[in-house]
């Protein structure tokens, strides 16, 4: 395949229902989990964050879905470090199920943990 073949996200469809929008992030939550990718990346970050003596990490997580992963990116890494994790998503459905999760999920850690989900486009050239 020499040409790539770009098509719109279906889940950043402003029309989508809610449901069908509710029910196809609960698979990537699947996915998520069972590819192992929260370990990953903590372990990554983790390594680099030794690497460097650093105590503190922000970290901008763009497209971030439910959150799923953001947020339990966020719990691992502040066993060791103060975090701030700021995730972006064009979506409104998407950031409502983000701070849901994070809500429900986050516990208070020995560092500081800061979650925060905001509606944004990364393309927009205005904050």
């Not at 996200?9 to 809610?18: A, G, I, K, V, Y």
């Not at 990346?41 to 650093?54: H, N, P, T, V």
Request: charged share 30%; with cysteine.
């Amino acid at each position: 395949m020499r040409e790539r073949n770009l098509v719109p996200e279906w889940m950043d469809d402003p029309d989508l229902d809610s449901d069908e929008h509710h029910r196809a992030l609960a698979g990537l939550r699947r996915i998520n989990w069972l590819s192992g990718t929260v370990g990953r990346i903590a372990s990554e970050i983790d390594q680099q964050m030794q690497q460097r003596g650093l105590d503190r990490c922000r970290i901008l997580d763009v497209g971030c879905g439910s959150g799923d992963i953001a947020c339990a990116v966020a719990r691992r890494l502040a066993k060791r470090y103060a975090v701030t994790l700021t995730g972006w998503d064009f979506s409104q459905t998407a950031i409502e199920q983000s701070i849901a999760n994070r809500d429900r999920r986050t516990k208070v850690t020995s560092n500081p943990c800061e979650i925060h989900f905001e509606v944004r486009n990364a393309l927009d050239a205005t904050p």
